[in-house]
């Protein structure tokens, strides 16, 4: 079979060297692609940092194995990292956070097993990176939670917890603030939940969350969460086993899977020999269970943990007082310890599956719709403006222009109500949101709305807007604070 391969930046392609040698050892049966990607690439004028040969090779094959990269700071380009699993749809990162014997941590010296495996939603959320600035005091970042995205995702963690054998899943969420985003992502995941019986799911709000992993982190298994708040607990839980340099990750997708070392590209020590490729080694494995080569795998894992468990160590860790190995010193030990069996989480030696199809070859885009469960009805519309005024002045304006069709309910500054009440030590911004809903409770039609905005343009610079629908008599948009 055979895989795209991407060195990486920084040390990515001594790490990469060093875990293909381990691979080559165990007679892994795996050919290698090597694709351009990464900051050479961008420095070359690639601006997703990849070149159009490595996307095609990617999609020929449909598994990406790659190394650490950098995005360049300052020009305007987006991550390459982010923008290959977003083009891709690898929509759900799997990452399990483990003990490792040999590994000191605050927990591992207390005695405290860890096995977390957190999945985080990896197309959506804030990082669709659509930004606006609305004033020249005021940004906007747009959220997007979508419910066949959110399915996806939340799907494929309950379906890995069936595999696994888990015992609790949890979905962390902060619905509380974020009714409408966090909410559907929770609606979908207690959704999901009814499909699985047997298992024992529940949820909990990020915070709490956050809290009680670095009090009590072995009361959890496997935990869905959206894409940012899933990307800071991921990292919080890899300084609970060691750090990064400990933290596989795998971007799954129904055709393309990526598997990464997410940890930096370490420039400091590029080319020095001394990195430490366990992270990607990790990730390695993950791919080849994935891919059904489930033998060559455990014989792997077990090699590195009795490597782990007998003090052998890179700079970054372990004990000080014993001499340290470089890069491919650390790969040479591993290798010479294939067949051995650690005393602490052995992997069982079992047979390979039927290698997994890598790709499957599509011609268009694929449409995730949702059955419409109810009618959609425009209610209203809140604009948001620009001015400097206060609000009792912006609420008269704005009530010149509501005419026989609309109403003005509210108006509120950086999401507080300050019309028809609020309070004068509530401080401002320069940019309003004027919410006007239908006046006489009858639908609305987008022409009237493009008509209130025409008329309200001529007092002020309108900067955005946004159509509050209902479904099913239901209002989906939220109140603002204190409305």
Known sequence: MKIAVAKGDGIGPEIMEAVLKIFNAARVPLEYEFVDMGKWVFDKGFSNGMTPEAKHSIEELGILFKGPMETPKGKGVKSVNVTARKTWNTYANKRVFQTLHGVDTVFSKAGIP??????????????????????????????????????????????????KGTRRITCAHKANIMKLTDGLFLECFHEVAKE?????????????????????????????????????????CAGLVGGLGFAP????????????AVHGTAPDIAGKNIANPTALLLSGITMLRHLGFMQSASIIENALLFTLEQGIHTGDFGDKTTAPLNTSQFAEAIIGNFGKTPELGAKPVVKDMTPTPTAFKLTRNEMMVSDEMEKEVIFGVDLFIESAEQPETIARKCQRHAGVKFNLISISNRGTQVWPTGSVYTNLVNQYNARFESLDGMPLHQQDILGLYVSLSGDFKICSSELLNMWGGKKAYSLAQGQ
């Open 196 to 236: 699985y019986p047997d298992l024992r799911s529940d949820d909990i709000i990020v915070d709490d969350l956050a809290m009680k992993l670095v009090v009590r982190p072995q009361e959890f298994d496997v935990v869905v969460l959206t894409n940012l708040q899933g990307d800071i607990i991921s990292d919080l």
């Open 114 to 163: 860890i096995d977390i495996t957190i999945v985080r939603e990896n197309i959506e959320d804030t990082y669709g990176g659509i930004e606006h600035m609305l004033t020249q005091d005021v940004a906007l970042s747009r959220r997007f939670i979508t419910r066949p995205g959110s399915l996806q995702v939340i799907k494929y963690a309950f379906e890995m917890a069936k595999k």
């Open 249 to 260: 990750s795998a971007n799954i997708g129904d055709h393309i899977a990526i598997f990464e």
